[in-house]
């Protein structure tokens, strides 16, 4: 098993050298740059600002720079937030991002997991309807709706909650977000669950299990969840990366000072330095998080094995 | 307890302790629009970030509550005859951290705003000053700069030309004397919390990126006296819904984002009392391309597109917030009073929509031979409206429009290299003073390098104008050199922007102002 780990480490690093080389230069290639703003600058000014951040130079030179800078860890300054390098920005925004995405992907457990398995048991009745047709909503509904409603009504008109704000990571700040960030998760668990259980329910091994007279309960918690588990770990895998990098919508309308923001902004503003130190963290963090997700594999199914 | 009744309850222990603890009452929570990129005044970019870094830098001459102009870290100034040396009187006062604020921090501020490595925005604002292009180009040494300290509280600025604007330039954030002892130590990281000495009003406490940044009263500050504020915090909300939602909360009592266009009505019914409107110096206009080839090179299609557009239909029912229709294209509320018009002003509409069509002819379009057209703006919901509505209007001439909607950055892009034929623009002061406006069309400025707009009259005037002194004078020069521009129909005025923020009722010392400058300096909490 570590030697299995070891080599998938080993061959992650070809595949993030890709994926930064070609976001490099996708990046490059898109029209506009850095310093084009409502108002055209001086020839002269402009100069000075390539100048400033080496975008002057060639761009396969621009490239051999920055990844020779990367190789030391050094992601670059930020072109926007200039009193901040990318690395500081990251560091200071990523725990925040965690926090809020952790404690969503929970609560998405927590209440997904068993809403699929109640509704894949009573199939066809009138929860399972209830629970799907929910979670339906909650897919369709992009959370930048689900949001503004969440600090309208719990912030404004009820005012229980701030309507956004960090104020230091107090849990009063925590709930909203956190809810908003975890409908779309719950609902996407709970149909995953729902379905993948139902797989189950019909396989053999069942069948087996209920002939032997093992109890309904039993044959359910005993033989049935944790296969029905496997889909829900695969794509949880890729959903945590996603999550606990955090979400432009969320950290907007709630004020919270993650890192989901700088990838959409730093796009927009051509902040090059910085959308690419987001590319690779991101990058980094999938890759892990799909090996986690197949480690998990050989502990829920006795058939994969890692040697 | 319900869960219902536990999270009111909860809170209300949060405040409480928050109370006991000590925590200064009279500290003002601002929604700042966006999270502040630098607060290294000479590397700023935009109001978010200078609210900030002018309550912490004092300029030579400041701000006044109602925008005017006041003594700041100057005293005192003189301009001589001929307009071309200012000697400033320092007053005595102090940094933050008891060092005396003296004339060779000004210098030392002046020459580092033109020097090549801190590629500030604006420098070519200072371009006036002697050798400043050649320093900013890096052709001359930042010591070459033509300012000097003969003493520690006398500053002298010696311009190679007039430059009627030239106080107001000085006005700007990036003008602020800065702690030459503090910077030639602590270099890039000077700015950080600890570490960074302030002149103004308010000294930095603290900054966590995308939460806050904190400012607290500076004992040191040479006013400190008639500062009511104990502190400010800083919020980052570019989301203007999500700022509303917390300043109806009670969380915020100034909010900066803006108001959503698509709630403005409930606001003004809701909270009239909290809703600042005000005209600021900055102008909504289509830019032509007028270089040849273009159809637009073409004065009478020019003159025809400007006859077809009725603005009070844009202003008044599809905006709605109080923005004023333009003929012009200074801004009214600019200072220094330019009052050029479009001559078709006042005729009806239509009267315009016939003469627009006759021209149209003229120039070989119509129905049959529809001239196509295409109208580029940047992504947002108010520029697609005005788009469409400008579109209909031109209809009827028999103009085909191609509507091309980007992002910001290739919007302005596309600009920049005159790839367009009718472009969205929105031109924002960084001066209160039309020589901003003027300057942007004249030889070499960022409007006549997008649009190709050339014409040696018009730079006369606009040279001329920004060399003359006489306040009078010198509007006469201006209103003839923009009447000059509207003649030629070289732009599409639409209108006039306004800003819209929301104060809370208890708060004074705050205006309206062109500039959309609030010194954090003079508010103040009332009970």
Do not use: C
């Amino acid at each position: 098993m570590l030697s299995y780990t070891l080599k998938r480490l080993l061959q992650a690093i070809p595949t993030l050298l890709i994926v930064i080389t070609i976001s490099f230069f996708l990046m490059r290639i898109a029209p506009g740059g850095p310093f084009d703003g409502e108002r055209q600058l001086p020839p002269e000014i402009e100069a000075n600002l390539e100048a400033a951040y080496h975008l002057d130079e060639p761009l396969p030179m621009q490239y051999l720079r920055y990844m020779g800078n990367l190789l030391q860890g050094d992601f670059g300054p930020s072109f926007k937030y200039k009193d901040f390098s990318v690395s500081e920005l990251i560091l200071q925004g990523f725990p925040v991002s965690l926090e809020i995405g952790g404690l969503a992907i929970l609560l998405a457990l927590l209440l997904g997991l068993p809403l699929g398995v109640i509704a894949a048991i009573r199939r066809n009745s009138a929860i399972d309807y209830a629970v799907m047709g929910t979670a339906l909503a909650g897919i369709a509904i992009p959370n930048f709706v689900i949001a503004p409603i969440l600090a309208l009504v719990f912030g404004v008109l009820l005012a229980w909650l701030p309507a956004g704000g960090w104020n230091g990571g107090a849990w009063p700040n925590l709930v909203l977000p956190v809810i908003a960030l975890s409908i779309q998760q719950i609902a996407y668990i709970a149909r995953m669950m729902r379905a993948s259980m139902i797989e189950v329910l019909g396989s053999h091994y069942i069948r087996t299990a209920r002939a032997k007279g093992l109890s309904e309960s039993q044959v359910i918690l005993r033989h049935a969840i944790r296969p029905a588990l496997l889909p829900v770990t695969s794509y949880l895998g890729p959903a945590i990366a996603g999550i606990i990098t955090g979400s432009v919508v969320i950290e907007q309308i709630f004020g919270i000072p993650g890192i989901g923001r700088y990838f959409v902004q730093g796009a927009l503003n051509r902040d090059y330095t910085l959308v690419m130190g987001t590319v690779v963290f991101y990058g980094a963090l999938i890759v892990l998080m799909n090996l986690l997700v197949d480690l998990a594999y050989s502990a829920l199914d006795p058939q994969i094995r890692y040697d | 307890m319900s869960f219902r009744r536990l999270i009111p309850a909860l809170l209300l222990a949060g405040t409480a302790a928050a109370m006991a603890s000590g925590a200064p009452a009279a500290t003002l929570a601002i929604g700042n629009g966006a999270e502040p990129g630098t607060l290294d005044p000479q590397k700023t970019s935009g109001a978010w970030e200078t609210r900030i870094t002018r309550s912490l830098f004092d300029r030579l001459i400041d701000y006044d509550v109602d925008g005017s102009l006041v003594p700041g870290l100057a005293e005192s100034w003189r301009i001589s005859d001929d307009g071309t040396v200012y000697t400033f009187h320092l007053r005595d006062a102090r940094w933050s951290d008891g060092e005396p604020i003296t004339a060779s921090d000004a210098v030392f501020a002046l020459r580092r705003l033109l020097a090549p490595a801190t590629a500030n925005h604006n420098a070519n604002l200072y371009y006036a000053i002697h050798n400043a292009r050649a320093v900013n180009t890096g052709k001359a040494e930042p010591a070459t700069l033509g300012v000097s300290a003969p003493d520690d509280r006398t500053l002298v600025v010696h311009l190679d030309q007039p430059a009627a604007y030239f106080l107001q330039a000085l006005a700007m954030s990036e003008a602020a004397p800065l702690p030459e002892h503090l910077i030639e130590r602590a270099g890039t990281g000077w700015t950080e919390p600890g570490t960074l000495v302030s002149s103004g009003a308010f000294t930095l406490e603290a900054w966590r990126p995308q939460a806050f940044v904190r400012v607290a009263r500076n004992p040191r500050f040479y006013a400190a006296d008639s500062v009511a504020l104990d502190g400010a915090t800083f919020y980052p909300i570019d989301d203007a819904g999500a700022a509303l939602n917390r300043f109806r909360s009670g969380e915020l009592d100034i909010a900066y984002s803006g108001v959503p266009a698509a709630r403005f009505d409930w606001v003004k019914q809701h909270l009239g009392d909290a809703l600042r409107v005000g005209p600021l110096v900055a102008e909504y206009f289509y830019m032509f391309n007028l270089r040849d080839g273009q159809p637009l090179a073409d004065p009478r299609v020019r003159e025809a597109l400007n006859l077809a557009v009725r603005r009070d239909v844009i202003t008044r029912q599809l905006l709605g917030m109080g923005q004023r229709s333009s003929y012009w294209y200074v801004p009214r509320a600019t200072a220094g009073g330019t009052r050029g018009r479009m001559a078709f002003a006042e005729e009806s509409p239509e009267a315009r929509l016939q003469r627009a069509q006759a021209l149209m002819r003229e120039a070989g379009y119509g129905p049959e031979h529809p001239l196509p057209l295409t109208l580029r703006y940047n992504t947002l919901e108010d520029h697609k409206k005005i788009a469409v509505a400008v579109a209909a209007m031109w209809k009827p001439l028999g103009v085909e429009v191609d509507l091309i909607n980007s992002e910001a950055a290739v919007h302005y892009a596309a600009v920049a290299a005159g790839d367009f034929q009718v472009a969205r623009y929105g031109m924002v002061a960084t001066v209160d003073d039309p020589y901003d406006f003027l300057n942007a069309y004249a030889d070499g400025g960022s409007a006549a390098r997008s649009s190709g707009y050339h014409d040696a009259d018009y730079d006369a005037l606009v040279e001329r104008s920004t060399q003359t002194l006489d306040p009078a004078a010198r509007a006469r020069l201006m209103t003839r050199a923009e009447q000059r521009l509207l003649d030629d129909y070289a732009l599409l005025p639409l209108y006039d922007y306004v800003s819209a923020h929301l104060v809370a009722p208890g708060i004074t010392g705050w205006q309206s102002t062109p500039t959309d400058v609030h010194p954090l300096r003079y508010i103040q909490i009332e009970d």
